[in-house]
């Protein structure tokens, strides 16, 4: 690190202030640099995603979609809803990805288990049943849920997953 760095926030990008005129444009461009770099998310290791549908073939197929999308990512499938809340309790995951109906506790029950326990990561939830509105009234304010209702364009899925990762992935056609 230069002696101009060594008050950074973060490690910075060889040359990003060199180019700058001493004095206020300095400060002011590594302000900036500091913003952005810190703006940036840092991930250490690949995305940990846990989806959730009672329907095996369902699931199966929204984690090959996923898989397609996000190659690295590890991808955690239950069956149980009360597994994959063990499992959310245990460890928080980058992505949730989960249906509304399926049994006790069912998507409603558990983004109000979700809520209540102030969760911060993304969730998507998918139905071809459930209404928008219920799933967000059960989430509240403080959850960050996407909710897609089925059936959805591929495109709408690697949306809403490449939005909650904050990554830009391969598209579908």
Known sequence: MSEMDKFSLVPRAPGTLEKADAGPKRIISSMIADTLALAKPH?????????????????????????ALVKEATILTFTDAEKALRELMREAPDLFITDVYHPEPDGYELLRL?????????????SGHAQEKDVQS???PNLNVTFLSKPFPAKAFNAAIEDALQISARRLP
């Open 138 to 140: 059960c989430a509240g």
């Open 114 to 126: 979700l809520a209540e326990k102030k969760v911060k990561y993304p969730m998507i939830v998918l």
């Open 43 to 67: 991930r250490t290791r690949p995305p940990r995603i846990v989806m959730l549908d009672d329907e095996g073939t369902m699931l199966e197929f929204f984690a090959s979609l996923v898989r």
